[in-house]
């Protein structure tokens, strides 16, 4: 069992920053974070593997970057020149699969954090 827990999230304008931490439990092969707006799917954002190898979804590329820290078992994502586009609840997820190609795949996820919000202002 893997628990997740995120946090900072908030509230920004466009062009912004935030950086969101996710604190885990256990080691698994992929950590992520997903993304859901009201009325929309949960899409993965960004993921990253034991040898921190990483995938971006194309909309974040250049402006979202994955790191963890192993020594605290932490996953972040530093969220650089944010748009009102990423206004969404972001949820830290953990998986033991190793899928690479369904990495951002919502359905390769066994263990989900709660989520914590984040919005931008125009």
């Known amino acids: 069992q893997v628990q997740l827990v995120e946090s900072g999230g908030g509230s920004v304008q466009a062009g912004g920053s935030l950086r969101l931490s996710c604190g885990y439990t256990?080691?698994?092969?992929?950590m992520a974070w997903f993304r859901q707006a009201p009325g929309k799917e949960r899409e993965g954002v960004a993921v990253?593997?034991?040898?921190?190898?990483?995938s971006y979804a194309n909309s974040v590329k250049g402006r979202l970057t994955l790191s963890q820290d192993k020594s605290k078992n932490t996953l972040y994502l530093q969220m650089n020149r944010l748009e009102p586009d990423d206004t969404a609840m972001y949820y830290c997820?953990?998986?033991?699969?190793?899928?690479?190609?369904?990495?951002?795949?919502?359905?390769?996820?066994?263990?989900w954090g709660q989520g914590t919000q984040v919005t931008v202002s125009s």
């Open positions: 990253i593997d034991t040898d921190d190898r990483t």
């Open positions: 256990h080691s698994r092969y992929y």
């Open positions: 997820a953990a998986s033991y699969a190793n899928r690479w190609h369904d990495a951002l795949s919502p359905r390769t996820y066994e263990y």
